[in-house]
């Protein structure tokens, strides 16, 4: 004889992360109520094992595999098994002890008892437990990431473990892995994960718990907007042009050193460029981070002589910063008036329009291109005039020349 009451399992993992996502959960049972459906804790089936596999592949398109081992040591029961869903769950596909099922959408109860999670919608189909026995059931499906803007640890993968409390007894076995994929462990922020007692390798993070009662959820976080522009720095080594090899390895070495906090990693791949590409654009700028003023001086003069406006702009303005670091105001109003000459000659231009820089672009702002390419010559013009007023007025004390500037200013830019 069957039992009458219908019951939902349902089986959730949730994935809320800066590519905010879906994943799946653990089973928990709820009871029926009409076309609605709300959680109840089973007085009798047993999880006795769960096997969670989270596939993060490019990080834009997640998969999901989670099998569950239940036992019945009761009377035979027909259940009804839930898996909560949203928009962006992709192919949601079930299995029980190994057969292809159909499922069917049913709304949710809105949640009115805060010790109980419920959720608007379910994908549901029906299980027979039967007595004293074992069932097998099996999830396969895929989600699309949303991305939200959070800083360094802007992605963050969450999965609801403690729905699995609402079962008899522990979790007898519990195993997770979360496979990274394309995503390398030098991004994922080990710091945050929850729970303890995971181990990693380079290409997983994996859970191997006992007799686990489901206190709180897994969290893992990766900066995953930088882990993007990574991804650029990869195919620009893929490149035949030195230039953009050049331009990988230098922006590489930025994200270690900027977002990842690795400086002497940074540093591997700075000299790495070094070594293969001396006389790069970028080892101005190299030397600059290591305080080698004389060399940077002599790369970005060299630069400088580009016809590249955007070379050229940014080695004018990184000269003037180097000659006020060393007090040589003189130099450094020389280098601000070449800025000028720039839009005399030229008129008011945006120095690159054509973005040949397609794996520069990325590392603009780490090397202070970004105002190069962005600003007009007429822009950039009057913030150089505009510095050396400032430097005749404060470091000169010369404020009659200063106010000759002003007046400059005002003539060459009417409105």
């Not at 089986?11 to 879906?22: D, G, N, P, Q, V």
């Not at 109520?33 to 089973?42: F, H, Q």
């Not at 993968?157 to 892995?177: E, F, M, N, V």
């Not at 020389?334 to 054509?354: A, F, Q, T």
Request: overall charge neutral; aromatic content about 14%.
């Amino acid at each position: 004889m069957l039992n009458k009451k219908i019951f939902l399992i349902s089986l959730f993992t949730i994935c809320s992360l800066c590519f905010s996502f879906h994943a799946s959960a653990d089973d928990t049972i709820v009871g029926g109520y009409g076309e609605n459906v709300m959680p109840l804790r089973s007085a009798s089936i047993e999880m006795t094992y769960e096997d969670l596999r989270i596939y993060l592949n490019d990080g834009r398109k997640i998969s999901v595999e989670a099998e569950f081992l239940f036992k019945n040591p009761g009377n035979e029961e027909n259940v009804l098994v839930g898996f909560p869903v949203n928009s962006n769950v992709i192919d949601f596909k079930t299995y029980v002890n190994g057969k292809l099922v159909k499922v069917d959408k049913k709304p949710g109860i809105k949640n009115t008892n805060e010790s109980i999670d419920r959720y608007p919608t379910y994908f549901v189909w029906p299980v027979i437990f039967k007595k004293n026995g074992t069932t097998i059931i099996r999830n396969t499906y895929s989600y699309k990431p949303t991305l939200q803007a959070i800083p360094y640890e802007d992605t963050i993968a969450d999965y609801i473990l403690k729905t699995g409390a609402t079962w008899k007894g522990p979790i007898r076995q519990l195993d997770i892995s979360i496979y990274l994929g394309e995503i390398s462990p030098d991004f994922v922020v080990f710091r945050g994960i929850t729970p303890a007692g995971f181990v990693s390798n380079e290409s997983s993070i994996e859970w191997h718990l006992l007799d686990y009662e489901p206190s709180e959820n897994i969290r893992i976080s990766w900066a995953g907007a930088f882990f993007n522009e990574y991804r650029q720095t990869l195919l620009a080594e893929q490149s035949n042009n030195p230039e953009d090899k050049a331009a990988g390895l230098f922006y590489r070495a930025q994200i270690y050193r900027e977002v990842l906090g690795r400086p002497g990693k940074a540093n591997e791949f700075l000299n790495i460029l070094m070594d293969k590409y001396p006389d790069s654009d970028f080892s101005g700028a190299i030397y600059l981070l290591r305080n080698d003023l004389d060399k940077a001086i002599e790369s970005f003069k060299k630069l400088a002589k580009s016809d590249d406006l955007v070379k050229k702009t940014y080695a004018l303005k990184s000269l003037s910063r180097i000659s006020l670091q060393k007090k040589d105001y003189i130099g450094a109003i020389k280098y601000k008036e070449n800025l000028v000459k720039i839009y005399d000659d030229m008129g008011d231009i945006i120095p690159s329009n054509k973005d040949p820089y397609k794996w520069f672009k990325p590392w603009l702002s780490c090397v202070n291109w970004d105002v190069a390419y962005y600003y007009s010559t007429a822009n950039i013009a009057r913030e150089a005039l505009d510095e050396i007023s400032e430097i005749y007025s404060i470091n000169l004390n010369e404020p009659e020349k200063a106010l000759e500037i002003k007046e400059l200013i005002k003539n060459k830019f009417k409105k």
